[in-house]
């Protein structure tokens, strides 16, 4: 594992958790564990939703190793699952708060507010991302979000490794101080 301890785990655990050793799939579950919550917690609506999308990831990846292609393709094929499963408890969330009265029983439901405020944030996110120059943008997304190897994005990209990194490090900091700025109210609004 790399010192920020967000490397995969290697492949040879992936191959030997795909013939259905029972302690390698153990261990990969274990390994991809951080990795999983980071893209459950980019990709979720809530913390809540994130942590369930990640159990339920893991869940997934134990039972269905083996029909994973390629050893390589594991955080790919990650991102994907977590993708889906955030989606799916983004669209049961929607369909909750869109159904009939009396068709709801049980559902806790945020309020508008925290809606509103979750919602708000995220498109701070997304507008943050957008204003980036796009040769750090493709990094950031590459590296990020689809949560592709460092060396596998500065090999799509045709860069070395050193001006990958030194994009992502950007690419970040600007997300960062984007974010760290007071939001603009709009038009006729106070700071």
């Known amino acids: 594992m790399s010192a920020s301890g967000s490397a995969w785990p290697a492949e040879q655990l992936v191959v030997a958790a795909q013939r259905g050793d029972v302690d390698a799939i153990t261990a990969l579950v274990s390994g991809s564990h951080p990795n999983v919550r980071r893209f459950a917690h980019s990709l979720c ?3 809540e939703d994130a942590e ?7 869940i997934i990846l134990y039972r269905k190793i083996g ?3 390629a050893s390589g393709a594991l955080a790919s094929w990650m991102f994907r699952i977590v ?33 509103a405020l979750r919602y708000l944030e995220a498109a701070r996110v997304a ?3 957008a204003t980036l120059p796009p040769e750090q943008r493709r990094v950031l997304v590459m590296r990020d979000l689809q949560g592709l190897g460092g060396r596998e994005v500065a090999q799509a990209l045709g860069l070395s490794t050193a001006a990958m990194k030194s994009r992502l490090h950007r690419a970040r900091a600007a997300v960062q101080q ?8 709009g038009p006729g609004g106070r700071r």
Do not use: K, Y
């Open 45 to 47: 609506a809530s913390p």
């Open 52 to 58: 369930d999308a990640a159990q339920e990831a893991l």
């Open 67 to 69: 029909m994973l292609r």
């Open 83 to 115: 993708r889906n499963e955030c989606l799916r408890r983004a669209r049961a969330t929607v369909r909750a708060r869109t159904a009939p009265p009396d068709t709801m029983v049980d559902i806790t439901v945020d309020s508008a507010e925290d809606e």
């Open 127 to 129: 507008a943050a991302v």
């Open 178 to 185: 984007a974010l760290r700025a007071p939001a603009d109210p």
